[in-house]
């Protein structure tokens, strides 16, 4: 099992660091050059309990491009979404998140939305992916939004006590994501994803 996560802000971060405490395969991806440094030289470029000693014992390969990233079997996005003027989400950085992994994905592959998303994301990236990909979703991919919902500074402590929400629209999908988040050791609750 190999989990690549997109986005090492706030959420990303703790969540790449707990897996990696987990013993699981994770690297991580962000455009921010001053993230990428500073994990790199193992160094945490904001304060989160607990995260600074995972990360020195668990150093975090991290790359400034997807397209860099080895192939994975979990790719999981944590780009932000903020909203617009008229307060219609900005999806900007999902697409071009999408568009840069496109490339990469391979029959079997799950994706997962782990950002504060608007209603209606993921079907936009279901749409997205079946219309862009060679892949259909369900059947070839997989897909799910697994809200955080984490307070900041307390993620580590949380992630294992805070059950996790996994919303899908498909059983495979659903199977596939609950075989990652079962080695979080929490509850997990599955909903449809809309």
């Known amino acids: 099992m190999k989990v690549v996560i997109i986005g090492t802000g706030r959420v990303g971060l703790p969540f790449a660091l707990y897996l990696k405490s987990l013993k699981i395969d994770t690297i991580g991806v962000d455009n921010n050059e001053t ?9 945490m470029p904001f304060k989160e309990d607990g995260c600074g000693q995972i990360l020195k014992k668990h150093p975090l390969k991290i790359y400034s491009s997807i397209k860099s ?6 790719y999981v996005i944590t780009v932000g979404t903020p909203l617009e003027k008229n307060l219609e989400p900005d999806l900007k950085n999902i697409i071009n998140v999408l568009t840069e992994l496109i490339d990469k994905l391979k029959k079997n592959d799950t994706i997962i939305l782990r950002s504060t998303v608007s209603p209606g994301t993921t079907r936009f990236v279901k ?14 991919l997989f897909l799910a939004h697994c809200p955080e919902r ?3 500074g307390h993620a580590l402590s949380e992630l294992s006590k805070i059950p996790q929400i996994l919303g899908s629209d498909d059983v495979k999908s659903t199977q596939y994501v609950k075989k990652l988040f079962a080695k979080i050791k929490t509850e997990i609750m599955t909903c449809s994803s809309n």
């Open 35 to 43: 993230i990428v440094k500073l994990v790199t030289k193992g160094q």
């Open 69 to 74: 990233v080895p192939s994975a079997n979990y």
């Open 150 to 152: 984490l307070a900041e």
């Open 127 to 140: 749409k997205f992916l079946n219309k862009k990909s060679k892949f259909k979703i369900g059947k070839d």
